[in-house]
Each structure stands twice: as structure tokens, then as C-alpha cells.
């Protein structure tokens, strides 16, 4: 590939984003951590028992904004009300395109009242950098790329999430005595074998509470071993486990996070410039769509904020990208999230038909991790017709079955609704790479509003 390729240079080889999007070849977002410090299954089970401590040092994108146009800047691209943020602050920051369509979410972190740091899937932060550095904006951008795109750099921060009932019992014996209560959603800052950290009181497995049962740790990366050692010390004796990235990808399923919703930036005159100026060597350049769900429409595989439970955080008191559009959604009717609830008859016939060859090969079910698609997206039925899409899928010992993450039309969304799942691609794979050839198939569900745990 040309370094120099622009996504929008890309998009000019296909006759249409969809294309490009199909016939991706299904690549893994690069988790640099173990799969696995014990095993999956325990380290599942301790985020609900006692604690899990995920190493978030090297696979998220970190930019930085600092200035004094640090705020509007955010609030501009952001539809998130910004008036009282600041230093030890922390949201769940959302950006749309100008019809209203989801670009991405990651985390706003205020480490002082005009510095900002955006961390996630390098998806928000490439496009809140884009309007930095393109607009009138008097705002510093330092970028902190994820090790796999930039395997030679140092990262600036360590980065240490732990979940579970006993995490604030571990961080307090870490730090050496009682720990200040940290309000939900915002940072507090202490030290841990001496050195300074900010913890930011947030959940990223289970249903997220007002206690501090979930904490993720900041740091200078010159502190990240003799942090991470002092961790591991103190959690010996409450049953601390170090997750991998098999049981980390997998806290989604009982959280309810949607991760990686496709990013509405393939298609409009209004975004171009911003395919313009981004790398086809991000992942949205090398992403794929994958999944039962056939559509010649790409809007079709965009979100709007209600499809992924973020309607909350809609808020038209200022003006922001995509605001007119999401004016007129507001009012219409929308997709809710829920959980669907495999049918473990489906499940064990789908992986011993796989297995054995018999039972027309269907598309293997892996585990705990069922995904296999950056943007997967599968057929939800209610007799013949489409109620919604199916996207990350896997399992739980939390909660001994396989739930996926759906957004089902808001009058099929109830509690014990029974739909239908098309598992498979229509193709039978014949588009992705590493993608065995399989036939599509039927699996039962039941539709649960609230966390199936």
C-alpha cells in the first residue's frame, strides 16, 4: 500500500464503499496482551467474584488536546453537553456525521480545564484531530498512537483497568490506606508504590454502579512496573486475576458496550474532506463488514445514538455537527439495544455440525468470542420480517450461555420476545478471506431489555 494512500484514494479502486467494505479481508483488531494469564473462564468469573485486572497500556489510541479552544472544539464535533467539564472529569464522548449517523464513542478525559485526553478505537480521536487541526481552533494535538500502529514509540501512560466487588479493597492496601470515594465517571488522584496515578471510577464489565467496583488506573509509563507489581501484590489475598484479551473482549457481552458501531464516514460531500485527510492505513480503511445481513444501502449499516443506547447523551442545548438531523430523528421511531439469548440447542447443533462436517457445515461458533467481523452485523427475524441486527456476540460463565448485542425496532423490543437470529454469510464466505465456507442457518433467541445476568 502507498503510505501516502488517502481513504478517500482508496475508496476510488471500488465501485462503492460497500464493496471495499465486503470484500475486506476479516483481519483482528491487535490486542498486544496475553490471551490468556490463566484461563478464560476464571478470569470471567473474577470480575463477578472478586477482581480482573486488564493491561489497557498498548491497544487504545490516546490523543491529546490542550489549548484554550480545548472546549469548543469538543463541543462542536461532540454531542455531549460540556459546560461544567474539566480537570478530573471524565464522559462517555459521542461524535456524528452531519446526517445525525454514529461516528464513533471513546472516552473524554479532563486532565485539567484545557487539556483533554480522547481514548479508544483510533476511530473519535482521528476525527476530532481532523477538526483540530483543520479548523479555527487554538488547540495543541499531540497523538499517543496504540503499539501495533506504531511499535517504536514509547507510550506516554500506563494504563491498568480492574473490575470487580473487591477492587477498591485491592487499590486501598496498593496505595497504603483508605481511598477517597471517587464519584462515578469522575478521576481522583493518589499514589501507588509512590507514584502518582488518577483512577477514573467507571465499569467496563457487569452493569455499571456508583460504587468504585470498577477503576482504571493512570499513569507516567515509567511507572507501569513498579505500579502493575504493587497491583498484583495487594491482590493476592482477595483473588486478583490478570485478564487476557480472550475474557477482556468478552466484558461487552454483560456491559452492554457496543465497541466498534460502523463509522459513518464512507460516503457524503460533506465528509470527504475528512476521507481526504485520513491514512487508508487506519482501521477504517482496512475494516470489514461482515454478517447474514444484506443491504445495497450503506446507511443501512450505520447507527444513529438510540440504536446503540446513547439517546441519553443527546443534548440539544449547543450547537454541533449533525444537530438538524438529529433534531428530526428524535421524534421518529428507533432501534433499541438488547441482549438476545442463544438457544443452547441451536448453539450445541451449529458446533458439532461445524465440527463434524455433517449438518450442512455452518458457520463455526467460537468461544468465548463468537464475533469474527470489525462491523458485524446479522439478520434478527420475527417470522419473516427484519426487526433488527445482531452485532458482537460471545459468551460468559457469568452468564452460561451465548448473548449477542442487538438493536431490535422499539415495538419487538420486550422482555421474552422470541426472534430468530440468521447466522452465516449469504455468500457462505466465499467474500472473506479467513472465513471458512459455511452455509447460513437458523438460531433461536430470546430478547432481554435489561443485562441477562
Do not use: C
Not at 461482515?290 to 438510540?306: A, M
Not at 466465499?430 to 459455511?438: A, D, N
Amino acid at each position: 500500500m502507498n503510505v501516502n494512500e488517502t481513504l478517500d484514494d482508496k475508496l476510488q479502486r471500488y465501485d462503492s464503499p460497500l464493496t471495499m467494505l465486503r470484500t475486506a479481508p476479516v483481519m483482528k483488531y491487535v490486542f498486544p496482551m496475553a490471551d490468556e494469564y490463566t484461563n478464560w473462564r476464571d478470569e470471567q468469573a473474577a470480575w463477578k467474584d472478586s477482581a480482573v485486572l486488564f493491561d489497557q497500556s498498548f491497544h487504545m489510541t490516546d490523543i491529546y488536546f490542550k489549548g484554550p479552544d480545548v472546549k469548543r472544539l469538543f463541543a462542536d464535533v461532540g454531542v455531549n453537553n460540556l459546560d461544567s467539564f474539566g480537570k478530573n472529569k471524565a464522559k462517555q464522548f459521542l461524535a456524528v456525521n452531519h446526517d445525525g449517523y454514529v461516528i464513533a464513542d471513546a472516552i473524554l478525559f479532563g486532565l485539567d480545564d484545557d487539556h483533554y485526553s480522547l481514548v479508544g478505537t483510533p476511530v473519535a480521536p482521528n476525527w476530532v484531530a481532523y477538526h483540530a487541526e483543520t479548523g479555527d481552533y487554538d488547540v495543541e494535538v499531540t497523538r499517543d498512537e496504540r503499539t501495533p500502529a506504531n511499535p517504536n514509540q514509547e507510550r506516554l501512560t500506563f494504563r491498568y483497568q480492574l473490575n470487580g466487588p473487591l477492587t477498591e479493597e485491592i487499590v486501598a492496601k496498593a496505595h497504603g490506606g483508605p481511598l477517597d470515594h471517587i464519584r462515578f465517571f469522575q478521576m481522583g488522584e493518589f499514589t501507588i508504590a509512590g507514584r502518582p496515578v488518577r483512577a477514573l471510577n467507571h465499569t467496563m464489565a457487569g452493569v455499571p454502579g456508583r460504587e468504585m467496583t470498577g477503576l482504571e488506573i493512570v499513569g507516567q509509563a515509567a511507572d507501569r512496573d513498579a505500579v502493575l507489581g504493587a497491583l498484583l501484590q495487594a491482590g493476592q489475598e482477595f483473588g486478583l486475576r490478570q485478564g487476557g484479551v480472550r475474557s477482556y473482549i468478552s466484558a461487552t457481552y454483560e456491559s452492554g458496550w457496543i465497541p466498534s458501531p460502523t463509522p459513518a464516514i464512507y460516503s457524503g460531500d460533506q465528509t470527504r474532506p475528512y476521507r481526504q485527510w485520513l491514512s487508508a492505513g487506519t482501521l477504517e480503511g482496512h475494516a470489514s463488514i461482515g454478517g447474514s445481513f444484506d443491504s445495497d444501502v450503506l446507511e443501512d449499516y450505520y447507527q444513529t445514538p438510540w440504536d446503540l443506547g446513547y439517546g441519553r447523551l443527546v443534548k440539544f442545548d449547543h450547537d454541533f455537527i449533525g444537530r438538524p438531523a438529529l433534531e428530526r430523528l428524535a421524534a421518529q421511531p428507533h432501534r433499541r439495544k438488547v441482549w438476545l439469548r442463544w438457544n443452547q440447542d441451536d448453539v450445541t447443533r451449529i458446533i458439532g455440525a461445524s465440527m463434524s462436517g455433517t449438518g450442512g457445515n455452518p458457520k463455526f461458533i467460537d468461544l468465548p468470542n463468537v464475533s469474527w467481523a470489525h462491523f458485524e452485523f446479522d439478520a434478527v427475524l420475527s417470522g419473516d420480517q427484519l426487526v433488527g441486527l445482531s452485532t458482537y456476540a460471545g459468551y460468559t460463565v457469568n452468564l452460561r450461555s451465548v448473548v449477542s448485542l442487538a438493536m431490535v425496532d422499539e415495538d419487538h423490543a420486550r422482555d421474552g420476545a422470541e426472534v430468530t437470529l440468521l447466522w452465516g454469510q449469504s455468500d457462505g464466505g466465499r467474500s472473506k478471506l479467513f472465513v471458512e465456507p459455511h452455509v447460513q442457518t437458523s438460531i433461536r433467541a430470546t430478547i432481554s431489555t435489561t443485562p441477562p445476568v
